[in-house]
Nanobody, 125 residues
Framework: QVQLVESGGGLVQAGGSLRLSCAAS????????MAWFRQAPGKEREFVAA????????NYADSVRGRFTISRENTKNLMYLQMNSLKPEDTAVYYC??????????????????WGQGTQVTVSS
């Protein structure tokens, strides 16, 4: 059973940067595809970025492509989301999620079966 813990959220001005981390408590982290989602107040949870078990395939939401970078370190059981050029509309609770590895990255929340508790990101204008 995977356990996920996010960290790195906070308050930042528009145009600034943050790096989120997701620590996984699992025996073999490389058995899992990983993803970041976010949920703003009153809105549904939305896909942000995904990375394959080996780190060789990534996928991004159009709204963050070119500004955010997803990565992972399998030897440390860590996943990251580097967020640059942040905008007020990026304000949300950010969640990391995992699922057993497959042949393609998934963008739907329903495809992931384990979630972290979330970390708040607030971007002021």
């Amino acid at each position: 059973q995977v356990q996920l813990v996010e960290s790195g959220g906070g308050l930042v001005q528009a145009g600034g940067s943050l790096r989120l981390s997701c620590a996984a408590s699992v025996r073999t982290f490389s058995n899992y595809d990983m993803a970041w989602f976010r949920q703003a107040p009153g809105k549904e949870r939305e896909f942000v970025a995904a990375i394959s078990w080996g780190g060789d395939r990534t996928n991004y939401a159009d709204s963050v492509r070119g500004r955010f970078t997803i990565s992972r370190e399998n030897t440390k059981n860590l996943m990251y989301l580097q967020m640059n050029s942040l905008k007020p509309e990026d304000t949300a609770v950010y969640y990391c999620a995992s699922r057993l590895r497959t042949v393609k990255t998934g963008t739907s929340p329903q495809l992931y079966d384990t979630w972290g508790q979330g970390t708040q990101v607030t971007v002021s204008s």
